[in-house]
């Protein structure tokens, strides 16, 4: 299974990004799998910031990212995304995707996202 995350960068407080995250190799159809967004700033723990259901129909966000931030998926493309939008300082982090389905969990390597003037 690969999760593989792409999109981040650097970008001055205020401006939009959009990440991706493309699966491949699952046992069962993406679209079977709850696909969520967390992040983790230098010295904190990982934090979720965005989940959306297997049909994606139901989304959920962290209250730092309400108003700001959309998830969104492509069941067609095996792809999840995050639009951010008036991005701030604080959201700089490294921001992972992630598959479960179950028992089972997965998890990609990460895309650094920094916001700085």
């Known amino acids: 299974v690969q999760l593989v995350e792409s999109g981040g960068g650097l970008v001055q407080p205020g401006g939009s990004l959009r990440l991706s995250c493309a699966a491949s190799g699952f046992t069962f159809t993406f679209s079977s799998y709850l696909m969520r967004w967390y992040r983790q700033a230098p010295g904190k723990e990982r934090e979720l910031v965005a989940h959306?259901?297997?049909?994606?129909?139901?989304?959920t966000y962290a209250d730092s990212v309400k108003g700001r931030f959309t998830i969104s998926r492509d069941n067609g493309k095996n792809t999840v995304y995050l639009q951010m939008n008036s991005l701030k300082p604080e959201d700089t982090a490294v921001y992972y995707c992630?598959?479960?389905?179950?028992?089972?969990?997965?998890w990609g390597q990460g895309t650094q996202v920094t916001v700085s003037s």
């Open positions: 959306i259901s297997p049909g994606g129909g139901s989304t």
């Open positions: 992630n598959a479960r389905r179950w028992a089972s969990e997965f």
